[in-house]
């Protein structure tokens, strides 16, 4: 009797805490929607019948997300008091990936990442626990994939040379491998970089059209360069392999673009040149016009000085009964030159 009333006083102590912070008991024909970059969503472990128990039927909880675009949804989820198996289907019910999840480390969250492409997804939480109770979220992690998503060998994704490009392996992608296509108008070199943006490794291999291998190589956290290969023009298929979910960073870089873009920065650096050149010629014309303009200034103004100095003595010598007649004509001499001296001042100086 004294056990019977610990369990009931353990369930009733377990229903007065957790209900009123907003868990909800999941029903197993429920699906429930739920938002990425949401808040955490609370479950509670309903009690089984005993016809389920007798059938060993484990309760299921669904939940149901979108994805706008191809991107890295991280799963955070705590558990308490029982374990449980967490799956996720895509929306056709398919399988992409199982994980188990327990009460082991009940402060820190478990976190799974997931690589997704657009889509409708749905998580299922399945448990045979009498009782206990769960919560989790979805964070977009976010994605900078760059790469044309391939689908298969026949339908490879084009792909230009000289493009630095980001590609992606996606949870419950049934093989880890994608497929590239470029074409070369002309003979090229051509250097293959790679390598994966986590601690998993991604191989490639390039072809020719007809299935001719021209080189392969495997790269590590680090990354890879290959040799450079010299490829006559036609069109090739580029082919990336992991072993794992996740992105991988890669370029096929031209020695022809290489050397167009050399030709286009040596053109640029002349015409900067020539453009530098150009403005120092022009700044020291204007110095040398503002030079010759301020020297003819000077003479300008020496010359009235001059002619002012002069008539000046003329009119002292002046004398007789012509004088004032010699007067005039040196006073007007005088201001003619002084008017053309001050003409001259005046176009230098617009």
Do not use: W
Request: charged letters at 25%; hydrophobic letters at 40%; one cysteine or more.
């Amino acid at each position: 009797m004294r056990k019977i009333n610990q369990i009931f006083t353990v369930v009733l102590i377990f229903i007065f805490t957790f209900l009123p912070l907003g868990c909800m008991i999941v029903k197993a024909e429920e699906t429930i929607p739920i938002d990425v970059n949401g808040e955490y969503v609370t479950g509670v472990i309903e009690t089984r019948t005993k016809d389920e128990m007798a059938a060993n039927n484990n309760r299921v909880a669904s939940y149901e997300f979108q994805v706008d675009k191809s991107t890295f949804v991280e799963l955070h989820f705590i558990i308490h008091g029982c374990s449980a198996g967490v799956t996720l289907l895509d929306a056709d019910e398919k399988h992409i990936a199982d994980i188990n999840v327990d009460d082991s480390n009940k402060q820190e969250p478990f976190t799974k990442t997931y690589s997704l492409r657009p889509g409708v997804y749905k998580l299922t939480i399945q448990t045979s626990a009498q009782i206990g109770d769960y919560k989790f979220k979805l964070t977009d992690k976010g994605s900078k994939e760059t790469a044309p998503e391939s689908s298969d060998a026949t339908t490879p994704a084009p792909i230009n040379v000289g493009e630095s490009l980001t590609g992606m392996f996606y949870s419950g992608q049934k093989e880890f491998l994608n497929y590239y296509s470029f074409k070369l108008d002309k003979p090229d070199v051509i250097t293959v970089s790679l390598s994966p943006t986590d601690n998993g490794s991604v191989s490639y291999s390039l072809e020719n059209s007809d299935e001719v291998s021209k080189q392969d190589g495997t790269a590590y956290s680090k990354g890879i360069q290959g040799e450079p290969i010299s490829l006559p023009s036609g069109n090739y298929l580029f082919k990336v392999s992991g072993n794992s979910e996740g992105a991988y960073n890669f370029k096929l870089d031209s020695q022809n673009l290489i050397d167009e873009k050399k030709a286009e920065q040596a053109a640029e650096a002349e015409k900067k040149a020539q453009e530098k050149k150009a403005e120092e010629d022009a700044k020291q014309a204007e110095e040398n016009a503002r030079n010759g303009k301020m020297g003819i200034i000077v003479i300008a103004l020496l010359v009235i000085v001059a002619v002012v100095v002069f008539v000046t003595k003329r009119i002292k010598k002046d004398k007789g009964k012509d004088a004032a007649l010699k007067i005039i004509i040196d006073l007007i001499v005088g201001l003619a030159i002084a008017i053309i001296a001050g003409f001259v001042i005046f176009l230098v100086t617009r």
